[in-house]
């Protein structure tokens, strides 16, 4: 399929400390303006305005607002890829799969809750192509470490199992996840039960193994 709309890059990369502040600092100020305007709100001048630079200097380093966007999206994306890849490095050996994946799924609930920017970015990531496109990339890189953690643990799964595997626990958790996020009274009921269909998942391929 073409790709018509190329996720956008920034204008100039930092090298000097000085100039990699200023960026950090705009994306500070970018996660604040999406936070207490949303996404209809957010714009370049706002974000320059609370970054406390002019509109030239932001330009000089992200072409426009959806540069940003994607900017913050890449900031967020890198901690809770991080974080999830940690945890899927366990999977292979850890002895309780209830308590490990309870664990998990608090802690990105908590990852969304805890960061203010994290629920529009979120619904960004529904509405802006550069952001629809750059989390379907990550998503598919997700589901393909997930595949290889599940064929850790069970050996016996085969490759374009663990592939199909892979993609849906990657969207199913994404969604509910999401839901939790933007529903804080429900999140805790929303994370048990995504916890009881992933453990249920899990355990119907160790019975397979059996």
């Known amino acids: 399929m073409t790709n018509s709309s190329p996720p956008l890059r920034r204008r100039a ?3 000097q400390a000085r100039a990699t502040a200023t960026v950090d600092k705009i994306l500070d100020a970018g996660g604040t303006a999406l936070s207490e305007r949303g996404l209809q709100g ?49 999977l292979g050996t850890t002895p309780d799969l209830r308590a490990y994946l309870a ?8 990852f969304r809750l805890d960061h203010p920017e994290a629920i529009p970015l979120r619904r960004a990531c529904r509405a802006v192509p550069e952001l629809i496109e ?7 890189q997700m589901a393909y470490q997930i595949a290889v953690a599940l064929r850790n643990r069970y050996p016996s799964l085969s490759a374009a199992r663990a592939r199909v595997a892979g993609e849906v626990i990657t969207r ?12 804080p009274r429900t999140a805790k009921s929303a994370r048990r039960e995504l916890e009881e269909v ?3 998942y899990l355990m119907s391929f160790e019975q397979t193994a059996e």
Not at 103 to 110: F, G, K
């Open 198 to 200: 992933l453990y249920q």
């Open 103 to 110: 664990e998990l799924l608090s802690a990105l609930v908590s």
């Open 42 to 90: 957010f714009n370049t001048n706002l974000v320059a305005e609370l970054a406390g630079v002019n509109v030239a200097t932001l330009y000089h380093y992200f072409p426009d607002k959806n540069a940003v966007l994607l900017a913050l999206f890449e900031r967020d994306d890198l901690r809770r890829v991080t974080a999830i890849s940690k945890a899927l490095a366990e």
């Open 172 to 183: 199913m958790s994404a969604t509910v996840l999401d839901f939790a996020a933007e529903q």
């Open 134 to 140: 750059a989390e379907e990339a990550s998503n598919r």
């Open 13 to 15: 990369i930092p090298k």
